[in-house]
């Protein structure tokens, strides 16, 4: 950026009277369409699902669901997370991704997936730098587009140390 001034990245929660604006950003980031429970999960999310602003321009989001498992546990799907192209690479999707690996690592949630599309190595690549692997592949996940292949990558989280 010219003249050395830093651009503020900002987080703000999704709510009803903005998640037209996550509508706006997955249509025009992701190849296929989310259904009312899509959006359902991520206002219910609460702090786990955030827009992104570059100088105010809402340019990214991260949305994902509080899943429970067998036994009890729980763990987090990240069900999108994107940021428009002109934005890639000045920090947003890391602040959105640290921002989730914040919340798990203080709500004690020790696991994170999400699906990726096989050829999708750019995403691939930016999950692997936080610490995500491959876990599983799934055939004929996507209907629509292709490949139609997705991988699971998972990463497993460390609880905040408590403060005694």
Avoid: W
Avoid at 86 to 112: A, M, W
Avoid at 124 to 144: A, D, R, S
Wanted: glycine share 8%; charged share 25%; proline share 4%.
């Amino acid at each position: 950026m010219g003249g050395g001034r830093e651009v503020a990245i900002s987080l703000d929660g999704v709510r009803d009277k903005n998640v037209m604006q996550l509508k706006k950003l997955n249509t025009a980031l992701f190849p296929v369409r989310y259904n009312d429970k899509y959006y359902a999960d991520a206002l219910a999310s609460g702090e786990f699902t955030k827009l992104a602003y570059y100088s105010d321009i809402c340019v990214g989001s991260i949305a994902c669901r509080l899943e429970k498992k067998e036994g009890g546990a729980i763990r987090v799907y990240i069900m999108t997370l994107g940021v428009l192209a002109p934005y890639r690479g000045l920090g947003i999707g890391t602040r959105l991704l640290n921002h989730v690996f914040d919340l798990c690592s203080k709500q004690n949630i020790p696991e994170i997936y999400l699906h990726v599309q096989t050829n999708n190595e750019d995403a691939i690549n930016f999950y692997k730098k936080f610490g995500f692997e491959i876990t599983e592949t799934i055939k004929n996940y996507y209907t629509n587009i292709d490949p139609p292949d997705c991988f699971v990558l998972t990463k497993f989280i460390t609880p905040s140390p408590v403060k005694k």
